[in-house]
């Protein structure tokens, strides 16, 4: 195949204006190809993994990857991608340094020589990559990075070439990639928890059913907690719901961040959690609760003048217990041991711990 987007002259010879259509052509169809390969996709990291494979293999390129800005309305999509492993194909650029390398273009910019261009390129390839094209990215009118195609070969990219196909491939990739994270952002809505981000209830019954019927096949234990926090009302009462959101939050984030990639954590609702652990029996989920109190209850959410401390009881079932073999055996136990636990807690004599940490009112 002859050298994709080069440049040709004002005049040529009847067989070389054919050969020109003909090239023209097949960077038309392949172009065609790629365009429907990329919107039957469904998510955000595919899109751009099979993305970048294609125009890499189709045009014969060295390297191809995406350069994202770091405005905050692309952090919803950054965590898209980085849930589903494509980051290792984005740069994430400071937005000043992108729009002063492209004056901001929703053209195609075209660079013979990349090295001033290098903060746009990824660090192993910065001694490689001699020339590049900038395909912006536009997503609902705005600017949010570009798709770029480097070369070791100096010069193969020249500011007057003739940038036609770069720019359909461009308005293509820009269209898909709106399209996918759209979709992706219904589908988020539909599983989310608006306040807290982690998945909701919905999402957590449809993970525990495949979560169990994982166990059966491969006999392995499954285990789950269920969490709920101390004095919560006081919290909503004292400070407010606005501290109650922020307090919900502190939790949400201590869970995900102690846990395993493999475990699950689910609001499920109000003040209440539940955290799905694979592969786990119901004493290792014990363990895993008492830890988890360990290193989250010495923490506070400080608000205002107050510090307030995070407190909650939770309880465990794991599904080698006998008759804990479903979703709503598993949760009715863990519910069942939480209460007991609160009650214990309550019991101990314990100082009203938010209270305590209300600032005073003389």
Same mark, same amino acid.
């Given at each position: 195949?002859?050298?994709? =987007?080069?440049? *040709?002259p ?17 960077i038309?169809?392949?172009? =065609? ?10 998510? #955000?990291?595919?899109?751009?993994? #099979? ?25 919803? %999509? %950054?965590?898209? &991608? ?8 984005i ?6 340094? *992108? ?17 001033? *261009? ?17 395909? $912006?990215?536009?997503?609902?009118? @705005?600017?949010?990075? +570009? &798709? ?9 990219y !020249? $500011?007057?070439?003739?940038a036609? =196909? ?21 589908k @988020?809505?539909?599983?989310r928890?608006?306040?807290? +981000? &982690? ?8 993970? %525990? ?11 392995? $234990? ?11 009302? !006081?919290?909503?009462?004292? *400070? ?8 919900? #939050? ?19 609702? +109000? ?8 592969? !786990? ?7 895993? +609760? ?30 080698? !217990? ?7 055996? &598993? ?32």
């Amino acid at each position: 195949m002859p050298e994709a =987007f080069q440049q *040709y002259p004002d005049h040529i010879s009847l067989d070389a204006l054919l050969e020109h259509a003909r090239h023209n052509e097949r960077i038309a169809r392949t172009l =065609f190809e790629i365009e429907t390969e990329i919107m039957r996709l469904r998510d #955000c990291a595919t899109f751009v993994d #099979c993305l970048v494979d294609r125009v890499r293999e189709r045009f014969h390129l060295e390297e191809v990857w995406l350069v994202l800005t770091d405005i905050e309305a692309n952090d919803n %999509l %950054l965590e898209l &991608l980085s849930e589903n492993g494509a980051l290792s194909l984005i740069l994430r650029g400071e937005t000043r340094d *992108y729009l002063h390398l492209t004056q901001g273009s929703h053209k195609p910019v075209l660079v013979k020589d990349a090295q001033p *261009y290098r903060r746009l390129i990824p660090s192993a390839w910065r001694e490689t990559i001699k020339s590049m094209a900038i395909l $912006p990215l536009v997503m609902d009118d @705005r600017l949010v990075g +570009g &798709l770029i195609l480097g070369t070791s070969k100096a010069g193969r990219y !020249q $500011p007057d070439m003739d940038a036609f =196909f770069l720019e359909q491939l461009a308005v293509k990739a820009s269209i898909g990639l709106d399209s996918v994270h759209a979709r992706e952002q219904l589908k @988020r809505l539909a599983t989310r928890d608006a306040l807290t +981000g &982690l998945r909701n209830r919905r999402e957590m019954e449809t993970v %525990l059913r495949k979560e169990l019927s994982r166990s059966r096949r491969y006999h392995m $234990p499954l285990s789950l907690l269920f969490i709920d926090c101390d004095g919560f009302k !006081q919290v909503n009462d004292h *400070y407010g719901h606005e501290c109650g959101d922020a307090y919900l #939050c502190l939790l949400a984030d201590s869970l995900q961040h102690l846990l395993r990639a493999d475990d699950s954590v689910f609001r499920f609702a +109000g003040d209440e959690f539940v955290v799905v652990l694979p592969n !786990q029996t119901v004493a290792d989920a014990t363990y895993i +609760g008492e830890r988890l109190q360990e290193h989250i209850e010495v923490q506070h959410l400080e608000w205002g003048n107050a510090s307030i401390p995070v407190a909650f009881s939770l309880g465990a079932a794991g599904n080698e !217990q006998p008759g804990m073999n479903d979703s709503r055996s &598993l949760l009715r136990h863990a519910e069942q041991n939480l209460y007991e636990q609160k009650r214990r807690r309550a019991n101990a004599d314990l100082p009203d711990r938010h209270q305590a940490s209300a600032p005073s009112t003389s």
